[in-house]
């Protein structure tokens, strides 16, 4: 929770004045049990009328100007909470889009939407309770105790044996607990990924008929958190009636002793019926602090989780040992690398030695999880390698400052995600100042120009979330057109043109040609997509089989005409 303490900064007022005006409620609380002794005392028994008026008067009193107090307190426990969860929900989300590809896919989405919503939502509340009982029950029990001494000092022997037990009851269910809500938090995790799973896969599940077992996947889910949370359910529960039994026990003990004591001449009636308010008003706040301990460990779990996200490292590890000089005239060379994903067993990519100089096109061709994606996601540094080296115009690229290396570089993901918006919106995500000339260009180039003249508003057409609105091969050709608008010197394309018609494709790698400074990596499945490529690299298992021309490819490296031969009828031999 220390760790997240910054983030109450310029609250500092609100965290003193809450519990503050709480305290001010909590004394004339404790002042009401002597006005019902005196009450009893002087007014009932000594048939003083106008007493007993002005006290229920002064009764009255306080308790409007206790619920001011309330009411005050609050306002400011609850802006101080708030502001505190705003401010931490924006630190954890400007946070988790800092990470890293690796962080990420070790966090997982799930987990990373459970941070910013249910996690936030439970230390939210802790503060809020916090500020508002953790000083004042306490304040109240022990209080209670200190002014039953003043009515009738042994009577006020059972309140010291008393609340020892009570907390030691209420601290043993606390310590027991936290490690259970983590594991609640965790089963929350798993509900929430099975969720978005089945959600944003909601059309495949239904082209494979899979949602008979996705519901009783999820039912599973939902039935473990289910099962945690009333197993920690119950043992909270215990808590409340745990201290009722306590505290009724010793109000027993209290009516017994005090009913002698009275017999005796040594008590008064009303000091006995203050004495009983007293206890009640311990039995009271302990009932509070029962509550406020079960959210408290709920939001000790949370903010531990928080805390621990937080203290994720952002970005990728500097190598200040790696030279920064330019060594070389390529545009990108691998040398020896190797790459192996945290907890990914064997190695992704093993041994691979290839170079691009500036102006030239590489095609990228293998079989599913022979190690494409992760050849080029090297290049923009969204992982790093594990041996070896990647060096963009002869400088490592963990020695490029990320920004600076990623501004040179223009990426079309595999998954052509478009964000609500206007299409201008959405292509000034490639450079925030460019003209409508400019994306015009760029449009031309993705073979996109057709999309935005025949929508209406043009390049103020509104695009829907994950651009829901247009066709697969729409999206394609306008996640290439804002890669294109920022003019790269290197631009990537994974497998960015799988939904594209032949003839589309090939205007594609028609206009592609055109840019004679930018180097360019094209990752397929087709061989016709790469054909014209200066040269293609044919991996397998993470390994470079054989690099050069599509011809001599075709002659020499059986992997490559055996992809080929599966995509295109096999004409007369030639022989």
């Known amino acids: 929770?220390?760790?997240?303490?910054?983030?109450?900064?310029?609250?500092?007022?609100?965290?003193?004045?809450?519990?503050?005006?709480?305290?001010?409620?909590?004394?004339?609380?404790?002042?009401?049990?002597?006005?019902?002794?005196?009450?009893?005392?002087?007014?009932?028994?000594?048939?003083?009328?106008?007493?007993?008026?002005?006290?229920?008067?002064?009764?009255?009193?306080?308790?409007?100007?206790?619920?001011g107090f309330s009411v005050t307190a609050q306002y400011f426990a609850a802006r101080a909470a708030v502001g505190f969860a705003a401010r931490l929900r924006h630190a954890l989300f400007a946070h988790l889009g800092q990470?890293?590809?690796?962080?990420?896919?070790?966090?997982?989405?799930?987990?990373?939407?459970?941070?910013?919503?249910?996690?936030?939502?439970?230390?939210?509340?802790?503060v809020n309770l916090t500020l508002r009982l953790l000083l004042r029950s306490p304040f109240v029990v022990f209080g209670a105790m200190i002014m039953a001494f003043t009515v009738d000092a042994r009577s006020a022997l059972l309140f010291v044996g008393t609340i020892p037990v009570l907390a030691a009851v209420v601290f043993g269910i606390m310590l027991v607990t936290i490690p259970l809500y983590r594991r609640v938090q965790s089963s929350l995790d798993r509900v929430v990924k099975a969720a978005r799973e089945n959600l944003s896969g909601v059309r495949v599940l239904r082209a494979f008929r899979r949602e008979e077992e996705e519901i009783r996947s999820?039912?599973?889910?939902?039935?473990?958190?289910?099962?945690?949370?009333?197993?920690?359910?119950?043992?909270?529960?215990?808590?409340?009636?745990?201290?009722?039994?306590?505290?009724?026990?010793?109000?027993?003990?209290?009516?017994?002793?005090g009913a002698l004591r009275i017999e005796a001449g040594l008590l008064t009636q009303g000091a006995l019926i203050a004495l009983y308010n007293y206890m009640s008003q311990i039995l009271a706040e302990l009932v509070k602090t029962a509550n406020l301990i079960i959210t408290l460990t709920r939001s000790a779990a949370s903010a531990k989780r928080a805390a621990q996200t937080l203290a994720?490292?952002?970005?990728?590890?500097?190598?200040?040992?790696?030279?920064?000089?330019?060594?070389?005239?390529?545009?990108?060379?691998?040398?020896?690398?190797?790459?192996?994903?945290?907890e990914g067993g064997e190695a992704a990519l093993t041994g691979i030695d290839l170079s691009a100089r500036p102006?030239?096109?590489?095609?990228?061709?293998?079989?599913?999880?022979?190690?494409?994606?992760?050849?080029?996601?090297?290049?923009?540094?969204?992982?790093?390698?594990?041996?070896?080296?990647v060096t963009v115009d002869g400088v490592d690229v963990r020695a490029w400052d990320p920004s600076a290396l990623r501004r040179r570089i223009g990426v079309v993901p595999q998954n052509a995600v478009l964000f609500r918006g206007t299409i201008r919106d959405n292509l000034r995500w490639g450079a925030p100042d460019a003209t409508?000339?400019?994306?015009?260009?760029?449009?031309?180039?993705?073979?996109?120009?057709?999309?935005?003249?025949?929508?209406?508003?043009?390049?103020?057409?509104?695009?829907?979330?994950?651009?829901?609105?247009?066709?697969?091969?729409?999206?394609?050709?306008?996640t290439i057109a804002r890669a294109l608008?920022?003019?790269?010197?290197?631009?990537?394309?994974?497998?960015?043109?799988?939904?594209?018609?032949?003839?589309?494709?090939?205007?594609?790698?028609?206009?592609?040609?055109?840019?004679?400074?930018t180097t360019v990596f094209i990752v397929s499945q087709r061989t016709s997509s790469i054909a014209h490529a200066d040269k293609i690299v044919v991996l397998e298992d993470g390994r470079a089989r054989d690099c050069g021309s599509h011809a001599e490819l075709l002659a020499r490296c059986p992997v490559y005409r055996e992809i080929y031969d599966s995509q295109f009828k096999k004409e007369a031999d030639a022989s």
């Open 485 to 517: 608008v920022r003019r790269p010197e290197i631009l990537i394309l994974d497998d960015s043109a799988s939904a594209l018609d032949f003839a589309t494709d090939a205007a594609l790698r028609q206009a592609l040609r055109t840019l004679t400074d």
């Open 359 to 389: 102006g030239e096109t590489v095609g990228i061709i293998g079989g599913t999880g022979s190690g494409k994606s992760s050849l080029v996601n090297l290049i923009p540094r969204f992982y790093d390698v594990t041996d070896g080296s």
């Open 99 to 126: 990470l890293s590809y690796a962080e990420q896919d070790r966090l997982g989405t799930s987990a990373m939407i459970t941070r910013m919503t249910s996690d936030v939502n439970q230390i939210q509340n802790g």
């Open 436 to 478: 409508e000339e400019e994306m015009r260009e760029a449009l031309a180039l993705a073979q996109a120009a057709e999309i935005v003249d025949g929508k209406p508003g043009g390049l103020d057409y509104m695009i829907e979330q994950g651009g829901l609105n247009l066709s697969g091969g729409q999206r394609q050709r306008l």
């Open 218 to 257: 999820f039912q599973k889910h939902s039935e473990t958190l289910d099962a945690d949370q009333r197993f920690v359910g119950r043992i909270s529960a215990l808590m409340n009636p745990l201290t009722y039994v306590l505290v009724n026990l010793a109000v027993v003990l209290l009516l017994r002793t």
């Open 312 to 342: 994720l490292p952002t970005g990728m590890p500097e190598h200040p040992e790696i030279s920064r000089e330019r060594q070389n005239g390529d545009a990108v060379r691998f040398t020896g690398v190797t790459l192996r994903y945290h």
């Open 1 to 67: 929770m220390k760790r997240l303490l910054p983030y109450l900064k310029g609250y500092g007022r609100d965290c003193v004045l809450g519990p503050l005006f709480k305290l001010f409620e909590a004394v004339l609380e404790l002042l009401v049990p002597l006005v019902v002794a005196r009450v009893i005392d002087t007014g009932i028994r000594g048939g003083d009328r106008a007493y007993v008026v002005r006290a229920c008067l002064l009764l009255m009193l306080i308790g409007l100007v206790g619920l």
